[in-house]
């Protein structure tokens, strides 16, 4: 099976826009509404990829999560889950993360250093062919969490896929050209390209070692290239793209401001900014505001709030990632653990306590 197919019940062209019903641990964003219709978007408002449940998008709810099975009691893995913040180790790797964290929040140089080290750190020292996407993933709120059938060779990373659906089904890709930026080790790039129809995909991202990575394991798709490049400094000329695609990156940059501006410049008029990325919190309102009130010449077609089915998600991929961390060397052990979403981690806890945000938009640049 070649094609991403939807098991939902079809287009939900026509349908009333989606809104962020924050629920008790969501967001401080505002209920959403698309805030221009653009002359260029599907009839009715953007194209959305069918989902299983329209209904079930920001509605707050949280159920058919799986738990990890089969790790046993003492196994060494399950002994490293139960680690407190009262162990030697822990407490070494929170301090280090405390600090990592007020770094990246100190000046847009050193966030964009600190970030851009890790990610090169990350695909240096971890080559494992099956980690081929990194983001926390989408999942519906109910059932078996699927909101797309896959090709079996995508199911490993189904969840993380499904957040690449989500956000870059929002227009028809058919023959379009696309940029990714931030395409980390390129999985998301190779499965739109693969399966959303894209005359060509550029994927980006600043790691020189990721985009190795990429162009190694995904070689054999034809209509996909990789490029190191700075999401601030983009090396491509004006009007080059209809899609700039954007997942779970724009964290790391200096400014959003400067992104926007790059994205907005190297789109053809009329074309589309597709996001989504996780702020803390408090920093939701200000993302949503660089969005909304941008100077890039980007309209706000659609914002929505899915911090519950990245939630969701992050119960399903449990598996996986205990499989990739007992792959790797000590050191990159607890960061993987923290940072990845393994439940007793750091943003799983945050998650849980409602202090991230993970919202999704749809953009256009003015025509
Ligand atoms: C959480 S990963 C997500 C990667 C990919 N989108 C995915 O979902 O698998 C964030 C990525 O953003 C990249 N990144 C960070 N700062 C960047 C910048 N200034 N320009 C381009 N990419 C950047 C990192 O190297 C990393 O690969």
Same mark, same amino acid.
């Given at each position: *099976?070649?094609?991403?197919?939807?098991?939902?019940?079809?287009?939900?062209?026509?349908?009333?826009?989606?809104?962020?019903?924050?629920?008790?641990?969501?967001?401080?964003?505002?209920?959403?509404?698309?805030?221009?219709?653009?002359?260029?978007?599907?009839?009715?408002?953007?194209?959305?990829?069918?989902?299983?449940?329209?209904?079930?998008?920001?509605?707050?709810?949280?159920?058919?999560?799986?738990?990890?099975?089969?790790?046993?009691?003492?196994?060494?893995?399950?002994?490293?889950?139960?680690?407190?913040?009262?162990?030697?180790?822990?407490?070494?790797?929170? *301090?280090?993360?405390?600090?990592?964290?007020?770094?990246?929040?100190?000046?847009?140089?050193?966030?964009?250093?600190?970030?851009?080290?890790?990610?090169?750190?990350?695909?240096?020292?971890?080559?494992?062919?099956?980690?081929?996407? *990194?983001?926390?993933?989408?999942?519906?709120?109910?059932?078996?969490?699927?909101?797309?059938?896959?090709?079996?060779?995508?199911?490993?990373?189904?969840?993380?896929?499904?957040?690449?659906?989500?956000?870059?089904?929002?227009?028809?890709?058919?023959?379009?050209?696309?940029?990714?930026?931030?395409?980390?080790?390129?999985?998301?790039?190779?499965?739109?390209?693969?399966?959303?129809?894209?005359?060509?995909?550029?994927?980006?991202?600043?790691?020189?070692?990721?985009?190795?990575?990429?162009?190694?394991?995904?070689?054999?798709?034809?209509?996909?290239?990789?490029?190191?490049?700075?999401?601030?400094?983009?090396?491509?000329?004006?009007?080059?793209?209809?899609?700039?695609?954007?997942?779970?990156?724009?964290?790391?940059?200096?400014?959003?401001?400067?992104?926007?501006?790059?994205?907005?410049?190297?789109?053809?008029?009329?074309?589309?900014?597709?996001?989504?990325?996780?702020?803390?919190?408090?920093?939701?309102?200000?993302?949503?505001?660089?969005?909304?009130?941008?100077?890039?010449?980007?309209?706000?077609?659609?914002?929505?709030?899915?911090?519950?089915?990245?939630?969701?998600?992050?119960?399903?991929?449990?598996?996986?990632?205990?499989?990739?961390?007992?792959? *790797?060397?000590?050191?990159?052990?607890?960061?993987?653990?923290?940072?990845?979403?393994?439940?007793?981690?750091?943003?799983?806890?945050?998650?849980?306590?409602?202090?991230?945000?993970?919202?999704?938009?749809?953009?256009?640049?003015?025509?």
């Amino acid at each position: *099976m070649g094609k991403a197919r939807d098991t939902a019940s079809g287009p939900v062209n026509g349908n009333p826009p989606l809104r962020a019903t924050p629920g008790p641990c969501l967001s401080a964003l505002t209920p959403i509404t698309p805030i221009r219709q653009s002359p260029s978007a599907v009839e009715g408002d953007v194209f959305v990829p069918p989902l299983r449940k329209l209904g079930e998008i920001c509605d707050g709810r949280r159920q058919g999560q799986q738990r990890a099975p089969g790790l046993g009691h003492g196994t060494r893995l399950e002994r490293q889950r139960r680690l407190t913040p009262d162990t030697n180790g822990d407490m070494f790797i929170t *301090m280090l993360f405390r600090t990592m964290k007020r770094l990246i929040g100190s000046t847009p140089v050193i966030r964009r250093a600190v970030t851009r080290l890790s990610y090169e750190a990350l695909s240096r020292a971890f080559d494992d062919p099956r980690l081929v996407v *990194m983001n926390y993933g989408y999942a519906a709120l109910d059932g078996d969490g699927h909101t797309i059938a896959l090709a079996q060779r995508d199911e490993w990373s189904r969840f993380s896929l499904q957040l690449y659906h989500r956000v870059a089904g929002a227009i028809d890709l058919a023959g379009k050209e696309l940029l990714e930026i931030g395409g980390g080790r390129g999985g998301g790039a190779d499965f739109v390209a693969r399966t959303l129809d894209p005359k060509q995909v550029v994927c980006t991202d600043i790691s020189a070692a990721a985009m190795a990575f990429a162009s190694r394991t995904h070689a054999t798709t034809p209509n996909l290239s990789f490029q190191q490049a700075d999401a601030e400094h983009l090396p491509f000329a004006d009007a080059t793209f209809d899609i700039v695609l954007n997942v779970e990156s724009s964290h790391c940059y200096g400014t959003m401001e400067r992104f926007l501006g790059e994205a907005s410049r190297v789109l053809r008029p009329g074309g589309h900014l597709l996001f989504a990325d996780i702020r803390d919190t408090p920093q939701a309102p200000a993302l949503e505001e660089s969005l909304r009130h941008n100077h890039a010449g980007l309209n706000l077609l659609r914002l929505e709030d899915i911090t519950a089915h990245v939630r969701t998600a992050l119960d399903f991929t449990t598996n996986q990632k205990e499989t990739l961390v007992a792959t *790797m060397v000590a050191p990159l052990r607890q960061m993987f653990r923290d940072q990845s979403g393994l439940p007793g981690g750091v943003v799983y806890r945050a998650f849980a306590a409602g202090e991230r945000t993970y919202v999704c938009a749809t953009l256009v640049k003015e025509g």
